[in-house]
């Protein structure tokens, strides 16, 4: 199967999943009336279709209501990462210093979800 494996032990007690035939997100909700994006998965045989970005509509229709906001944490040198983030409308608003280990930041990234959108 092109599907990639699931990483055990992220996310929420109840494992939440968007899921699509060839990828997934995973995420929890969070303090603050949030949403977090655990991870995003798409086939390597399968990306840059649109999968992912499918797959965060249908996160934000999951979560509308529940969430005011959707946010990310992506490694600082993970640019690939970065670029889709920031093309799917998400505001970069925070470096968070050896987030990851000395020597390895993070980004935290951020979507308001407004009825509107």
């Not at 968007?18 to 949403?35: D, F, L, M, S, W």
């Not at 600082?76 to 968070?96: I, R």
């Not at 020597?103 to 308001?112: M, V």
Request: neutral net charge; aromatic residues 12%; proline residues 4%.
């Amino acid at each position: 199967s092109c599907m990639p494996l699931f990483r055990p032990g992220l996310g929420d007690a109840t494992e939440r999943y968007v899921r699509h035939e060839n990828g997934y997100i995973e995420y929890r909700y969070a303090p603050g009336n949030t949403c977090e994006i655990v991870n995003v998965e798409v086939a390597p045989s399968h990306r840059r279709r649109g999968i992912a970005r499918q797959l965060l509509d249908d996160l934000v229709k999951e979560v509308e209501g529940k969430a005011g906001v959707i946010y990310a944490i992506t490694m600082e040198s993970n640019k690939t990462a970065q670029s889709w983030y920031q093309n799917v409308g998400f505001n970069d608003s925070s470096l968070l210093y050896n987030f990851y280990g000395v020597g390895s930041d993070a980004i935290l990234y951020g979507k308001p979800l407004n009825r509107s959108e």
